[in-house]
């Protein structure tokens, strides 16, 4: 049953629950579910509770397979202006363009506040997403007990994944990214860490790999079940000793002060590992086999989309690795788990440039339309959503059709004015490095006139109200999109670490409690 016949029989489905059974609170799947480690901590015991409810009324039905959507920094409002941006890209109306994840069937309002921050970060936001309970910002697959760059208070504060149970289970594990496969969403996945900045081992402050491993080690290393089936991103730098030259760039050399070569240690797993680094590296391969796969495809992160789509890289989109990673790990009978990161949209937002930003967010949605084609909503549970918001706003009274990256046009006449007598822009962003600039020894504060600028121009960077080296992270709610067998169990307003547990109590691999 593909995805439309699934939204027609889920409408049914909703008009008859009062006559009809509600479905087993315990998903009919061949697995033994796992209570986690982690599962005395305050926080998965309220998440999972919360959900517990939601399974008792409205019932669960068994998800064979799980995909997690990610996009980095993608907040409401990123989400409506890309919604314009499509379709205006597309020439068609923009504002009642619906983006695919749009047309999913249940959707839920997510509270992404961490152990410590009222707005937090990307590594304590994965963590909750793939672990269940809130954690300190900046610290990756450990729980709230635990200090901020300490290793030793890690004992007794560690977690177990949705990863890491999919892989005891016997089920088929991939991660994908446009970001490094080390950085702080993907990490969450596999890595525990006191920080999530400690990607390789020169990058640890002096703290010991050997009692504390990095992450890139970490993924090479993570010894639950036989290890990732797909893993692909950026990062190579991270994998790579200092002592060898990088394949694609002859000036730059690995991160690496051990002396290992991780992607040599990848290969060296089995006659089916196989490492890439370029787009013909990914063509030649043959996802519809046993490949076991970990893509490199730049030494740190990924381009942004307009750039790839313009030449710029050697690297296949986040649609084509979506399609690559479904059709891999399809191949089990078993299911599987798989996460795929948009991480550079939270990238863009940092440098204040909306056009990227968008980019991405459009290929993002691309690429969960992609899934929809590959999989069955009828055993696929696909969940999308984002780690935290970013600061940008649409303000202004543009007219209906105006372009969203153009200045503020009320179909009267000239640009809309703002109090100083200059135009501005439909998006802008309350902090960001466009607030003040140095004019020789001196920081002018004062708003640029935009008259004769082309404010669409991709490397455009809007406007910003304080000055900061990088804008910020936001802390406003962001959206859970959803479709198949645990859906139903996301909606109102929730608190991030509960996508865990539908996750968990869909696919039977976590217990009731």
């Known amino acids: 049953m593909r995805f439309g016949l699934s939204l027609l029989l889920s409408g049914v ?51 064979k397979n799980v995909i997690l959507f990610v996009g980095d920094g993608m907040g409401i409002s990123t989400i409506t202006a890309a919604r314009i941006y499509a379709g205006q890209s597309r020439g068609v109306d923009g504002e009642s363009y619906k983006l695919t994840m749009e047309t999913l069937p249940y959707a839920a309002l997510s509270r992404t506040y961490s152990h410590d921050y009222q707005v937090a970060d990307s590594a304590s936001t994965a963590t909750a997403m793939v672990a269940g309970s809130k954690v300190r910002s900046r610290t990756l697959g450990i729980l709230q007990d635990a200090a901020l760059g300490n290793c ?22 991939g991660i994908v990214s446009t970001a490094r496969i080390t950085h702080a969403t993907p990490a969450a996945a596999y890595a525990e860490l006191p920080h999530r900045d400690w990607e390789a081992d020169s990058d640890m402050d002096g703290q010991s790999s050997a009692d504390c491993p990095d992450i890139a080690s970490q993924l090479v290393n993570w010894a639950e079940g036989d290890g990732f089936e797909i893993a692909m991103g950026g990062g190579r730098s991270k994998f790579l000793p200092n002592s060898i030259t990088d394949v694609e760039d002859e000036l730059r050399k690995g991160d690496r002060t051990d002396g290992q070569d991780l992607t040599a240690q990848w290969a060296a797993k089995s006659d089916a590992h196989t490492v890439i680094h370029t787009q013909a590296d990914f063509d030649a391969v043959d996802f519809d086999t046993d490949a076991k796969v970990l893509g490199l495809f730049d030494r740190s992160h990924l381009n942004f989309e307009l750039d790839r789509a313009e030449g710029t890289g ?9 399609r690559a990673a479904i059709t891999r790990l399809s191949r089990d009978e078993d299911g599987y788990v798989l996460m795929i990161e948009a991480g550079r949209i939270d990238h863009a937002h940092h440098g204040v440039n909306a056009a990227r930003a968008l980019g991405d967010t459009d290929i993002f949605d691309q690429s969960i339309a992609t899934a929809l084609e590959l999989t069955d909503s009828d055993d696929t549970l696909i969940i999308v959503t984002a780690d ?4 940008m ?11 969203i990256l153009g200045k503020v046009d009320t179909g009267l006449g000239a640009d809309l004015k703002a109090a100083d007598g200059k135009p501005y822009t439909t998006l802008s ?7 003040c600039r140095m004019v020789g020894e001196i920081r002018d ?69």
């Open 152 to 173: 030793a208070s890690m004992e007794g504060n560690r977690t177990d994944t949705l990863f890491d149970l999919a892989e005891r289970a016997g089920l088929s594990t």
């Open 314 to 322: 050697n690297e296949p989109s986040l649609e084509e690795m979506t």
């Open 429 to 435: 962003y309350a902090n960001g490095d466009t607030a």
């Open 388 to 391: 935290h918001s970013h600061t």
């Open 393 to 403: 706003t649409i303000a202004g009274y543009p007219s209906r059709g105006n372009p």
């Open 445 to 513: 504060c004062a708003r640029l006139d935009l008259s004769n600028t082309d404010t669409t121009d991709k490397n455009f960077k809007q406007q910003s109200l304080a000055f900061a080296p990088a804008e910020t992270h936001a802390g406003e709610d962001v959206a859970i999109f959803a479709i198949g067998p645990g859906s139903s169990l996301v909606s109102g307003t929730m608190d991030q670490n509960e996508i865990f547990h539908v996750m968990g109590r869909a696919s039977g691999l976590v217990a009731e409690e």
């Open 13 to 63: 489905a909703a008009t008859v629950v009062g006559c009809a059974s509600i479905p087993s609170a315990t998903p009919k799947l061949d697995r033994a579910a796992t209570v986690p480690q982690q599962s005395d901590d305050s926080y998965y015991v309220d998440a999972s509770a919360a959900i517990s409810a939601r399974i008792e009324e409205r019932g669960i039905e068994p998800a």
